[in-house]
Each structure stands twice: as structure tokens, then as C-alpha cells.
């Protein structure tokens, strides 16, 4: 009976986690007349009309684009910037270390907003206002913080007898943390860039103000979407269920390294 109770909690968690989703799905195989006219619990008359427009039209499908680009370019910058500062944290001792780990943990916890007008001004001041590059910096603030944080639990569990066996057989630092350490690691930082791509792919405030159209990110697309007739909610719901995939897709490879990550580090 006991079983049979956890079997059924279990069923309707899982239920009610995969309702909002099944009801996006269901709302972009129908038409927007068909939504604000009909309720139904499942397409009657599918069309993939919501998902022809996405693909075809320039400002739907380059949001998608301008998206990946900045959330690829920020976690790359972001594990750049984390891997070498978090193996100082974890291998050095040194005045005001453990505050300085404190200050950066603090920039994680600071909302987003507090750091808007000074990212605007600045940009528009140098010129990279609307551009990818900007959006990628502005999200380092955050992110580089927690990958500091959840790679230096990573490197701390690695003996330091490995670094000194390294040093002895010739090895210069940056041969024994290019070829030996960092694959030591190598959950680690796919747990990290999980992370980092995640919360640079939902944050909406900082890359909808710093891009207007060029470097147009699809969530500032999403919000824009409002017209004369009202809301389309067949095109909203086909452009959501296409921003679940990318993250859908980077939970599937990094799957692995996840769940020793949830054992082993600090995640």
C-alpha cells in the first residue's frame, strides 16, 4: 500500500509538472480564433501554421539566433574567466581570500536591475549597445560568480598531490591544467556550463534593454508581440515550446555530468 501510495504521488507530481507544458503544446497546434473561440482539452484541428511563421519570419526566427549566440558566448567567457580563478581559490591561501569569495557570491545574489543603468550607460558610451557581445559581458556579472563557486567545490575534491606529481614529471602549469587537471574536472564544467547557459538563456530584463534590434533576443520578441487585435496565443505558445528545446537539448548531453554533480559538488 505503501508503494502504491508513493507510485501515485509520484504520478501527480508529475502530472501537474508536465500540465503547463502539454497546454503550450496544445495551444500552438491551433489557431488563435480557435483558442479565444473553443476550449479544449487537445487540438481538434491541428495546423503547424504557429511554426511556419517562426521559421519564415526574419524578426521570430533571428531572436532564436541573437539568443544562442550571446548564451554560447557568455558561457564560454564565463568557464574562461571561472576555471583559472576558481583554481586559485581552491589551491591558495591568501589575505582576504575568503571575503573575496563572499563579495563574489554576493554579485550572484543582487537583482538584476541594480546593475541596469550603470551596463546602459556604459555601452552606450564605448557603442555596444545592441550588440551580442554586450549581453554576453552583462551576463558574466552573474554567472561568473556561480561557476567560481561550483567549480572551486569541484577542484577542492582533487587530491593536491596530483598537481605536485605534475610539476615533478616537467609538466609548466599551463600543460598540467590544460592536459591533466581540467579533465579531472571535466563534470565539474559540464555541470557549470548547464548552469551558466540556463540562466544566461532566461534572464529577460538585462538583454531586452541592452538590444533593440539587431542583437534582439526571441524572449524581447516574445514581449513585444502585442498588437492591435490583442495577443496572439497560438504564436506565443509555438515560440515557447521553442525555447524549451535548446535547454531540453543541453540537459540531455550533460545528463551524465549532472547527476555526479548533484553527488559531488557543490550543486
Same mark, same amino acid.
Given at each position: ?7 501515485? $504521488? ?7 509538472? @508536465? ?7 496544445? @495551444? ?10 473553443? &476550449? ?10 504557429? +511554426?511556419?511563421?517562426? #521559421?519564415?519570419? !526574419?524578426?521570430? +526566427? ?21 576555471? =583559472? /580563478? /576558481? +583554481? ?29 543603468? !550603470? #551596463? ?24 561568473? =560568480? ?7 567545490? #569541484? @577542484?577542492?575534491?582533487? =587530491?593536491?598531490? %596530483?598537481?605536485? *606529481?605534475? +610539476?615533478?614529471?616537467?609538466?609548466? #602549469? !599551463? ?5 591533466? &587537471? ?8 559540464? %555541470? ?16 531586452? *534593454? ?9 524572449? $524581447? ?47
Amino acid at each position: 500500500m505503501r508503494i502504491q501510495k508513493r507510485t501515485l $504521488a509520484l504520478g501527480l507530481y508529475l502530472v501537474l509538472l @508536465m500540465l503547463p507544458i502539454y497546454w503550450m503544446v496544445n @495551444m500552438s497546434l491551433r489557431s488563435n480564433a480557435a483558442i479565444l473561440t473553443q &476550449f479544449s482539452l487537445y487540438p481538434i484541428d491541428p495546423t503547424l501554421e504557429n +511554426y511556419i511563421r517562426i #521559421f519564415t519570419d !526574419p524578426s521570430w +526566427y533571428s531572436g532564436y539566433v541573437n539568443s544562442i549566440i550571446y548564451v554560447s558566448l557568455n558561457t564560454a567567457i564565463s568557464l574562461t574567466v571561472a576555471l =583559472p /580563478a /576558481a +583554481y586559485a581559490f581552491s589551491r591558495y591561501r591568501f589575505l582576504g581570500d575568503k571575503h573575496l569569495f563572499f563579495w563574489l557570491l554576493t554579485n550572484r545574489m543582487a537583482p538584476p536591475a541594480v546593475f541596469l543603468l !550603470p #551596463f546602459f550607460q556604459l555601452y552606450s558610451t564605448v557603442g555596444l549597445i545592441d550588440t551580442h557581445i554586450a549581453v554576453a559581458i552583462a551576463h558574466c556579472l552573474f554567472n561568473v =560568480p556561480l561557476a567560481v563557486w561550483i567549480l572551486e567545490g #569541484f @577542484m577542492s575534491g582533487v =587530491p593536491r598531490e %596530483v598537481d605536485e *606529481t605534475a +610539476y615533478i614529471d616537467g609538466y609548466s #602549469f !599551463p600543460r598540467f591544467f590544460a592536459l591533466v &587537471f581540467v579533465p579531472l574536472i571535466r563534470t565539474g564544467i559540464g %555541470v557549470t556550463a548547464f548552469f551558466c547557459f540556463m540562466f544566461s538563456w532566461v534572464e529577460l530584463l538585462l538583454a531586452r *534593454t541592452l538590444t533593440t534590434t539587431e542583437a534582439k533576443p526571441i524572449a $524581447a520578441v516574445m514581449t513585444r508581440t502585442v498588437s492591435a487585435t490583442g495577443l496572439d496565443w497560438g504564436l506565443l505558445a509555438a515560440a515557447g515550446v521553442l525555447t524549451i528545446v535548446p535547454g531540453a537539448l543541453v540537459i540531455w548531453f550533460v545528463r551524465n555530468y549532472m547527476a555526479k554533480g548533484f553527488a559531488m559538488g557543490r550543486v
